[in-house]
């Protein structure tokens, strides 16, 4: 019955970063951030100069990291964050990793 209730509480988040995010540490500070937050899932550069993010955490969780997301860092420059909720069912993530650019 905690599993479930657990499963309830979670959300899965893409989010797709713009602006001047790649080249300047932003996928090393979101995996820091993410892991103090507790928030699974991954980062990865796009061809196309964005950065890609898959969230996975409480709402609560969630909300603040899309927060950092578009605050960025001090050498990111964020244009636009493009945020949209994937409905369940959804894979689980154990952890908060940097996947190769894609």
């Known amino acids: 019955m905690e599993s479930e209730d657990k499963d309830e509480l979670l959300e899965t988040r893409l989010v797709r970063v ?3 995010v790649q080249g300047v540490g ?8 993410s892991r103090q937050l507790g928030v699974t899932g991954w ?6 100069g964005s950065v890609e993010v898959m969230l996975q955490g409480s709402p609560e ?3 603040v990291m ?3 997301l578009g605050e960025g ?3 990111a ?3 636009e964050l493009e945020v949209t909720e994937i409905p369940p069912p959804f894979a689980r993530f154990d952890n908060f990793e940097r996947l190769p650019t894609l």
């Open 18 to 20: 713009r602006g001047q």
């Open 26 to 33: 932003y996928r090393e500070a979101c995996v820091r951030r």
């Open 43 to 48: 980062v990865r550069n796009r061809m196309d």
């Open 61 to 63: 969780q969630l909300a």
């Open 66 to 68: 899309c927060a950092w």
């Open 73 to 75: 860092m001090s050498a």
């Open 77 to 79: 420059l964020v244009d």
